[in-house]
């Protein structure tokens, strides 16, 4: 099937100084459409310049355009299984089902959160169905009634598969369930978000370093192997920046909806150990991998998860209300966007996979970053106004108009190899899921019209006569 895309990507190469905002800038806005809190919703300060607003406002309409003319219908339409429930566990880029493809909570879990929030945004009822069909193959199909927390996997019929509680897929769980709560209300729902909260604080916490192990067998053993054997998530330690900058996001959710004191603080010092132990302020790089004490173990450079970081972290700080941590939230954002952008992006906008110290090591670019870039960058210009940043956010999005969406069968390719080919790999896996790329849209639609509106007042005091 072909899905629509009526609107042909337009150059933004010129972005000129148009006009100038006026004002303070707000540190900590709330998010002008209610779904996806923006922490620089207030706009830039007003010593910066905008694009033409028309460039702006185009810009938006196609991305909200691919969000629900594509994306949020190809999930719907692909990739439910009718038949058992859940969702179909592999679909190639020719729209071929894998039929004997294990399912993925994960999967589930950011197609929960996804279509959540997307109802939260447009009041869609096709779009709190398929929220509803995530939640209840979540805790239907996924959840552990014996041990507590969620399994990796399952078999294509439901069965339980690799039952190792992964802790990344712990907080997707509580993710998503936070957010079908802030959709629907439902007590149920934010229940069992906490309740995935408290397995985590009980089984993985290190009350000696800090922060969080990651990977458990069903009985919530520590699995100490991982230097001879990778983790589920590809690490060699027993710490990585993946696990905590989710668990980070995943905390920050649900706080909006339960402000347990005790909660809260549990989410400052998770947000102080990424700020000191985590983020590494002299390269303005993630340590991926790290022992229990905080030593790294890895050089490895990931520029979307560099990027992702900083604009989670700034989320986290609003929604602490701690000006100290928002303070340092937003001059690390600047960095970090500052090195992504000298160091991690290609002349045709695309964002490389990764790093190290002698430069870069893979070139590919897979579709995950490059949303997170948009965001990113575009964070960065609502915090400091430099226009770089926000030629670097639009750029993003056209390398993604041009190279990854797919105007033949739909949704984005998994990446664009270093030599320009579109990845072979799966359309729809336990990984690649609508997660990145639905809220990238929906940040960037809600950001961009936040410095549209920023940017009103102004142009009406440059219009009006002078006496």
Same mark, same amino acid.
């Given at each position: ?9 337009? @150059? ?54 691919? %969000? ?9 339409? #692909? ?14 880029? &020719?729209? *071929?089902?894998?039929? =004997? ?6 999967? @589930?879990?950011?197609?929960?959160? $996804? ?28 959840? &552990?009634?014996? =041990?507590?927390?969620?399994?990796? +996997? ?70 100490? &192997? ?15 920046? /993946? *696990?905590?900058? #989710?668990?980070?996001?995943?905390? @920050? ?16 010092? %998770?947000?102080?150990?990424?700020? @000191?132990?985590?983020?590494?302020? !002299? ?11 905080? +030593? ?64 870069? +090591? ?12 948009? *965001? ?6 609502? %915090? ?6 926000? !030629?670097?956010?639009?750029? $993003? ?7 990854? *969406?797919?105007?033949? /069968? ?14 072979? &790999? ?9 997660? #990145? /790329? ?14 549209? $509106? ?14």
């Amino acid at each position: 099937m072909t899905l629509p895309h009526p609107l042909n990507p337009m @150059t933004r190469h010129l972005l000129i100084p148009a006009l100038a905002l006026s004002g303070a800038a707000g540190l900590c806005a709330a998010d002008p459409a209610g779904t996806v809190s923006s922490f620089a919703a207030a706009g830039p300060p007003a010593s910066s310049a905008l694009a033409e607003p028309a460039t702006l406002r185009a810009s938006s309409s196609r991305i909200e355009a691919e %969000l629900r003319q594509d994306i949020l219908p190809f999930w719907m339409q #692909h990739v439910p299984d009718r038949a058992h429930g859940g969702f179909v566990g592999e679909i190639s880029n &020719d729209l *071929v089902v894998r039929k =004997d493809a294990p399912r993925g909570g994960l999967l @589930t879990a950011r197609i929960l959160w $996804t279509f959540s929030a997307a109802y939260q945004r447009y009041h869609d009822p096709a779009y709190l169905e398929m929220a509803r069909w995530a939640r209840d193959d979540l805790v239907g199909r996924f959840w &552990d009634e014996r =041990d507590g927390g969620l399994y990796w +996997t399952v078999t294509p019929d439901g069965a339980p598969l690799d039952t190792r509680k992964e802790i990344y897929l712990q907080a997707f769980g509580i993710l998503g369930l936070s957010e079908y709560y802030r959709a629907t209300g439902d007590p149920a729902a934010l229940q069992q978000a906490t309740t995935l909260y408290h397995a985590i604080e009980t089984h993985a916490r290190d009350h000696t370093h800090g922060g969080y192990f990651e990977e458990f067998s069903r009985e919530w053993k520590l699995q100490t &192997d991982v230097g001879v054997h990778r983790s589920l998530m590809g690490s060699q330690a027993l710490k990585s920046q /993946n *696990v905590h900058l #989710h668990i980070l996001e995943a905390y @920050t959710n649900l706080l909006r909806v339960w402000p347990d004191a005790s909660f809260r603080q549990t989410l400052r010092e %998770l947000a102080e150990v990424m700020l @000191t132990r985590v983020y590494d302020s !002299r390269s303005h790089h993630l340590r991926l991998f790290l022992d229990p004490d905080w +030593t790294p173990r890895s050089q490895s450079i990931s520029y979307g998860h560099d990027i992702e970081f900083s604009w989670l972290a700034c989320e986290a700080a609003n929604e602490l209300h701690d000006p100290d941590l928002i303070a340092r939230s937003k001059a690390m954002a600047v960095e970090v966007a500052r090195t992504t952008l000298a160091e991690g992006v290609d002349a045709d906008g695309g964002i490389f996979n990764e790093g190290g110290p002698a430069g870069l +090591t893979d070139r590919s670019k897979d579709w995950w970053p490059q949303a997170e870039a948009m *965001v990113g960058f575009l964070n960065a210009y609502q %915090l400091g106004g430099d226009p770089e940043f926000l !030629r670097a956010s639009l750029h $993003t999005w056209d390398f993604i108009e041009a190279r990854l *969406v797919d105007r033949e /069968n739909g949704e984005w390719f998994r990446g664009v190899t270093k030599d320009g080919r579109h990845s072979s &790999d799966p359309k729809v896996s336990l990984w690649k899921c609508p997660y #990145h /790329n639905g809220r990238a849209c929906m940040e960037m639609v809600n950001r961009i019209n936040a410095v549209l $509106t920023r940017s009103r007042p102004a142009a009406e005091a440059a219009a009006a006569p002078r006496n």
